[in-house]
């Protein structure tokens, strides 16, 4: 029998995703700037907000392994977080797990139904097909936490542009303070 070495590697604590197939991308403030309330003229537009890995290995029935990185960045007070999206399918859920940092997952239903579940190295977090998701980064560490799916969940974007998640999250002097 023939032993092989791991195609990827993961320290889930501490590293990112490394192997062959690994995609990654950067989320830069300029594309992202209309998630928040306000925008930071101080700010580059070229400043990294957050980061994605993720790897699967094609085939009929997608599986994906990722990691988002999310840097404790505030704008005019309000924390860094996602784009969030609900799944195309709203049948198909989602697993996050906390890796780093500390952060709130967000989970905003089609009625408009909105709360909220702490995220922090261990913390798992059971997503509903039926519910958008957003991280947050509220520490003032790098928020980072990882998530398996199926590919058949697909991105809907457009339904957070046009319906936003209800509230927000700010920072005040160390205190949080959802608006
Ligand atoms: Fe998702």
Redesign the pocket.
């Known amino acids: 029998m023939q032993i092989k070495s791991p195609k990827y590697i993961y320290d889930f604590f501490n590293g990112v995703i490394q192997g062959e197939n690994v995609k990654h991308y950067k989320k830069l403030y300029k594309e992202i700037d209309f998630i928040y309330k306000t925008r930071d003229n101080q700010l580059s537009p070229d400043t990294v907000m957050y980061e994605v890995y993720s790897f699967n290995e094609g085939g009929s029935n997608i599986l994906l392994w990722g990691l988002t990185v999310i840097y404790p960045i505030t704008i005019n007070g309000e924390c860094n977080m996602t784009r969030g999206?609900f799944?195309e399918d709203r049948e198909e859920p989602?697993i996050y797990f906390g890796c780093s940092g500390e952060g709130l997952l967000l989970y905003l239903d089609s009625q408009g139904k909105i709360f909220a579940e702490k995220v922090f190295k261990g913390s798992l977090h059971y997503?509903h097909g039926n519910y958008a998701?957003r991280l947050v980064n509220t520490g003032d560490d790098t928020l980072r936490v990882g998530?398996c799916?199926r590919e058949a969940?697909g991105?809907d974007y457009k339904s957070i542009d046009e319906k936003p998640f209800p509230n927000r999250v700010y920072k005040k002097d160390g205190k949080i303070d959802i608006a």
């Open positions: 999206h799944h989602e997503i998701h998530a799916w969940a991105h």
